[in-house]
């Protein structure tokens, strides 16, 4: 069975950079059918997609959030990666990871249990 | 202010039928991408219903059932069950945003 888990700090400071990885076990990362990405849920709000990406590195992000996303990947470690820079109290949520079958609009089939990370002095 | 309306919440008895609209517009339902549909109880992860506007995942009970016409999708729950209380939210892809969207997710009360 699939599973993903969410790992970093809870906490981040104001203008500093969010840094999460997600741990993909039960399969692996470098699987040709599936894209890898995140997800968040800001308190009270609903789910917004941040971006994702191949396991051969192409990376696909929100426009909004474009110029400050990094996502990577990890292939040895079975992993990626997200990094958020420049944060705000806006960017206080939930963050999930999940594997979906394409990157355009396609259907997220598993995903981690979150992590919530608040962004505050 | 979510590119997807969903009704904030929504309630029924037990054993009844109850339907959560999704509406959109021409650059994302309108236009023909698909919609899914997720469960979500606050602090598990989100589980995916319905894919592809009407297929369902195995596991899934027959209990739901999506459709889509339109600009508007809709997930029906019959025979409603108190662990269908939760969350829920529709997904689609929209072209003027250039990636997947989500709609603000409807809170479902079993009465």
């Known amino acids: 069975q699939l599973q993903l888990q969410e790992s970093g700090p809870g906490l981040v400071k104001p203008s500093e950079t969010l840094s999460l990885t997600c741990t993909v076990s039960?399969?692996?990362?470098?699987?040709?059918?599936?894209?890898w990405g995140w997800i968040r849920q800001p308190p009270g709000k609903g789910l917004e997609w941040i971006g994702s990406?191949?396991?051969?590195?192409?990376?696909y992000y929100k426009q909004s959030l474009k110029s400050r996303v990094t996502i990577s990947v990890d292939t040895s470690k079975n992993q990626f990666s997200l990094k958020l820079s420049s944060v705000t109290a806006a960017d206080t949520a939930v963050y999930y990871c999940?594997?979906?079958?394409?990157?355009?609009?396609?259907?997220?089939?598993?995903w981690g249990q979150g992590t919530l990370v608040t962004v505050s002095s | 202010q979510s590119v997807l309306t969903q009704p904030p919440s929504v309630s029924g008895a037990p054993g009844q039928r109850v339907t959560i609209s999704c509406t959109g517009s021409?650059?994302?339902?309108?236009?023909?991408?698909?919609v899914h549909w997720y469960q979500h109880l606050p602090g598990t992860a989100p589980k995916l219903l319905i894919y592809?506007?009407?297929n369902r995942p195995s596991g899934v009970p027959d209990r739901f059932s999506g459709s889509k016409s339109g600009t508007s999708a809709s997930l029906a729950i019959t025979g409603l069950q108190a662990e269908d209380e939760a969350d829920y939210y529709c997904?689609?892809?929209?072209?003027?945003?250039?990636?997947?969207?989500f709609g603000g997710g409807t809170k479902l009360t079993v009465l």
């Open positions: 999940a594997r979906s079958v394409g990157v355009w609009g396609d259907y997220f089939d598993y």
């Open positions: 039960g399969g692996s990362i470098s699987s040709s059918n599936y894209y």
């Open positions: 990406l191949f396991y051969s590195g192409s990376t």
């Open positions: 021409s650059s994302n339902i309108g236009a023909g991408y698909d």
């Open positions: 592809g506007n009407t």
């Open positions: 997904q689609s892809y929209d072209s003027s945003l250039g990636g997947s969207v």
